[in-house]
């Protein structure tokens, strides 16, 4: 299935961060084989864990725009386009809108997204998803049972010669990123903050509405702990209480506590919610207390191992708190960059193969020819009192690091500009010899200047 | 070799940390699994890695007092009484004593430490060192294949199953720690400084004596750099030079410029080292550069986890930068403070043993009896007039957290108190009764107060 001839991208982790790889690595043609610990998502019946809906905002557009899922993303998500801040009163709200009209986020289904970018990037033939497959460890040394060995739990021990190149989208908990916690200089830090989260749901009204406003964020702040809301596409709102373990555990503890601290700070969605609910919300289904989940911040360095061939890249490298709606964001950004940075290199080094051939051709011949000579006096003395503006093609070439495909933009510049000035040379030029042969008559003279010209442009 | 009844620890890691807390709990009469990846140091040609000596101060001191070693090691460690500041001149030195006169560290092999502290330990009968295995991963859960899997490589699966506590002694980059990184709420940081370090060695003299003063730490410091030398028992001189990465990369990059280098910011240890062992000190054996070695700070919360049944100590909870000498010292007192702990905790269930006992006394009998109802109205009186002051025992051990053995202590202060005010009152009982009956002749009164006196106070 997957041909060995063209380049491989190991990815590990198929959540959002990792299928978006795939779809601009399987897109680039390369061969391309996931490894992910669950499930299909898209075979699951219920979805554990991370919080239910996202907000899209510029950064994720534009990579999914690179992948030509934008659109139908966006148009499956309700716009965001203020925030909508309720008083405790339960009646009063106040309104801040994104940015300028027009500017708006997109609250997407995580499930959804998942699904989507799994199913666009196995519509390519050069991609392999392997589900329940989790990848255990990164090692510079080849194993010595194999460089990838897979047990009966579908374990992938991966090595850097896996792959061309291996992309750890493992998530907060990477386990690619943790087989390199002892590399030296490997800076790394986790921080769980003080305060957790619950979410709850908010239903459609009877007659199949949203219950709130749907094109807002909804935002009860509240000092020390907040309630936020999101809306979905099946016009159901995801609510999430964010506040300090503390208040959870001492505060939160009991079904009438919920019920009042609800009713209390919350009172207009607490109507929305009901009761039953709320205290489902903050139990397991076996009927046991429900922790509230942790949040955690994690940053490290670098995000690149073994000459760039192991990129950590989404919450693997750099998770964080939810309250920028970024997380996802940022993860889509760092694979556009990617691309773009892999497509960047791709065009230089296309242009110094062209540049190359072209040399060969002044070394064999054009170092003989007058025009050649000139020009390059010409170059270089405009070099000497233009030096960062006027930069022959030799010396961008070899004592700069100007990209490769911008070296022959900014020569094709030149050349457009040395031209440009000789029209206008050659143009005056005319114009005085029609004048000398009209006024004067020497003709002999205006036919060596016009024989000269249409010799020396075409 | 190792019986099955007695409470087990399994301590991962056989370096300082490790072999000291081995000593501790085959002291305490446990049963001691030590699993070491490295050879046994005692048995190894050359041991390379960390730095070789290292200063010895009160707390490592102490630690080492409780299992009997202070005296062996320190007497075979060199004392520094103080900082001795060399000048760039190579002449004037500045000398800073480390603390009131008889205040010092010591100058300790590190390798002679480790070797002792495993040889005290294996003294006992209950102990078990196993080198070349390494402990690979604690898991809450059982592994499928059993408890504790070792294969051919001797890696050793660990689970809070395997032993009544674990302890996670295996360093800077412990695998035990790794494997618990992903629990919520366990923040961690890893940063490694921009400096790095090289390791020198001063010979002795022709006449076999120190080449520098020995009693002393020598300093050379260099304002962005340092050099440092520690004396060995051997009369050599362990030498570090700590410097920035960019320091030893860009300006030591040639053996010309290192010998410079050390020429002239180290002229008098230069004279000492000579030129062939600075440059091989920067050189492999294989002839390639030398890196200078990195320095990691780690901090982590928390320490302890399963229910305080899996402990990091150490590097593996808290490794520094050397700059304090306080690495090892606060790793042997973490091993001190975890055995005082189990020593005090085992203090106060003996109490709660005998107290209980003595409760029980006091329900079938005592509350019966006058004394013990004047004796519980006293307590109450005072109690409630001193609330901080006199607590009542029962009081003591129900509505307190003092630990049991202190409420005995109380308990018996409280009782010698009163019988010191009783006696006082006594006293001035006798005193009065004698004036009575000396003077005024009433024989009768003075033979009732005396025998009721002899009666209550024996």
Same mark, same amino acid.
């Given at each position: 299935?997957?041909?060995?001839?063209?380049?491989?991208?190991?990815?590990? !982790?198929?959540?959002?961060?990792?299928?978006?790889?795939?779809?601009?690595?399987?897109?680039?043609?390369?061969?391309?084989?996931?490894?992910?610990?669950?499930?299909?998502?898209?075979?699951?019946? /219920?979805? !554990?864990?991370?919080?239910?809906?996202?907000?899209?905002?510029?950064?994720?557009?534009?990579?999914?725009?690179?992948?030509?899922?934008? #659109?139908?993303?966006?148009?499956?998500?309700?716009?965001?386009?203020?925030? %909508?801040? /309720?008083?405790?009163?339960? +009646?009063?709200?106040?309104?801040?809108?994104?940015?300028?009209?027009?500017?708006?986020?997109?609250?997407?289904? *995580?499930?959804?997204? #998942?699904?989507?970018?799994?199913?666009?990037?196995?519509?390519?033939?050069?991609?392999?998803?392997?589900?329940?497959?989790?990848?255990? +460890?990164?090692?510079?040394?080849?194993?010595?049972? !194999?460089?990838?060995?897979?047990?009966?739990?579908?374990?992938?021990?991966?090595?850097?010669?896996?792959?061309?190149?291996?992309?750890?989208?493992?998530?907060?908990?990477?386990?690619?990123?943790?087989?390199?916690?002892?590399?030296?200089?490997?800076?790394?830090?986790?921080?769980?903050?003080?305060?957790?989260?619950?979410?709850?749901?908010?239903?459609?009204?009877?007659?199949?509405?949203?219950?709130?406003?749907?094109?807002?964020?909804?935002?009860?702040?509240?000092?020390?702990?907040?309630?936020?809301?999101?809306?979905?596409?099946? *016009?159901?709102?995801?609510?999430?209480?964010?506040?300090?373990?503390?208040?959870?555990?001492?505060?939160?503890?009991?079904?009438? #506590?919920?019920?009042?601290?609800?009713?209390?700070?919350?009172?207009? @969605?607490?109507?929305?919610?009901? +009761?039953?609910?709320?205290?489902?919300?903050?139990?397991?289904?076996?009927?046991? *207390?429900?922790?509230? =989940?942790?949040?955690?911040?994690?940053?490290?360095?670098?995000?690149?191992?073994?000459?760039?061939?192991?990129?950590?890249?989404?919450?693997?490298?750099?998770?964080?708190?939810?309250?920028?709606?970024?997380?996802?964001?940022?993860?889509?950004?760092?694979?556009?960059? %990617?691309?773009?940075?892999?497509?960047?290199?791709?065009?230089?080094? /296309?242009?110094?193969?062209? =540049?190359?051939?072209? #040399?060969?051709?002044?070394?064999?011949?054009?170092?003989?020819?007058?025009?050649?000579?000139?020009?390059?006096?010409?170059?270089?003395?405009?070099?000497?009192?233009?030096?960062? +503006?006027?930069?022959? %093609?030799?010396?961008?070439?070899?004592?700069?690091?100007?990209?490769?495909?911008?070296?022959?933009?900014?020569?094709?510049?030149?050349?457009?500009?040395?031209?440009?000035?000789?029209? @206008?040379?050659?143009?005056?030029?005319?114009?005085?010899?029609?004048?000398?042969?009209?006024?004067?008559?020497?003709?002999?003279?205006?036919?060596?200047?016009?024989?000269?010209?249409?010799?020396?442009?075409?």
């Amino acid at each position: 299935m997957v041909k060995q001839d063209k380049p491989k991208v190991v990815i590990a !982790g198929g959540g959002l961060v990792g299928a978006l790889n795939a779809c601009f690595f399987a897109q680039r043609g390369w061969n391309v084989e996931v490894y992910e610990a669950r499930n299909d998502i898209r075979r699951m019946a /219920h979805v !554990g864990g991370r919080s239910i809906n996202l907000a899209l905002s510029r950064r994720g557009m534009a990579a999914l725009e690179a992948v030509g899922l934008k #659109n139908y993303i966006v148009e499956r998500g309700v716009e965001m386009h203020a925030r %909508l801040v /309720h008083d405790i009163d339960g +009646k009063t709200t106040h309104r801040q809108p994104y940015g300028q009209p027009g500017e708006h986020i997109v609250s997407i289904n *995580r499930r959804h997204l #998942n699904e989507a970018l799994i199913t666009a990037a196995e519509r390519h033939p050069n991609i392999c998803f392997y589900f329940r497959h989790k990848t255990i +460890k990164t090692s510079q040394q080849k194993k010595e049972d !194999g460089a990838k060995s897979s047990n009966y739990r579908g374990t992938v021990s991966l090595t850097v010669q896996s792959a061309d190149m291996i992309l750890a989208c493992d998530g907060a908990h990477s386990a690619v990123r943790r087989s390199l916690m002892s590399r030296p200089m490997f800076q790394y830090s986790q921080t769980y903050i003080e305060h957790g989260y619950v979410e709850l749901n908010v239903r459609p009204t009877k007659d199949d509405q949203f219950a709130l406003e749907s094109n807002v964020f909804h935002l009860w702040p509240r000092g020390n702990f907040t309630l936020i809301a999101l809306a979905n596409t099946d *016009r159901t709102f995801t609510v999430t209480l964010f506040a300090p373990f503390e208040l959870f555990r001492k505060e939160l503890n009991t079904d009438t #506590n919920l019920w009042q601290f609800f009713q209390h700070y919350f009172p207009d @969605v607490t109507i929305l919610l009901g +009761k039953e609910e709320i205290i489902s919300a903050f139990h397991h289904s076996d009927g046991s *207390r429900r922790e509230a =989940l942790p949040l955690v911040s994690i940053k490290c360095e670098p995000h690149v191992f073994e000459s760039n061939r192991v990129l950590l890249m989404g919450d693997a490298a750099h998770a964080m708190v939810p309250f920028y709606g970024q997380g996802m964001n940022s993860g889509f950004e760092d694979c556009l960059v %990617l691309t773009q940075s892999l497509e960047t290199r791709c065009a230089d080094l /296309h242009s110094i193969v062209d =540049l190359s051939m072209y #040399n060969y051709n002044e070394l064999k011949d054009l170092v003989n020819k007058t025009d050649y000579k000139l020009r390059k006096r010409f170059d270089l003395f405009l070099n000497k009192y233009f030096p960062t +503006k006027w930069i022959p %093609l030799y010396s961008m070439v070899t004592f700069t690091r100007i990209p490769y495909s911008q070296v022959i933009a900014l020569r094709q510049w030149q050349d457009s500009l040395i031209r440009k000035c000789l029209w @206008v040379f050659a143009s005056s030029a005319v114009i005085s010899a029609t004048v000398l042969y009209t006024y004067i008559g020497k003709r002999e003279i205006f036919h060596q200047y016009f024989s000269w010209f249409i010799k020396y442009f075409n």
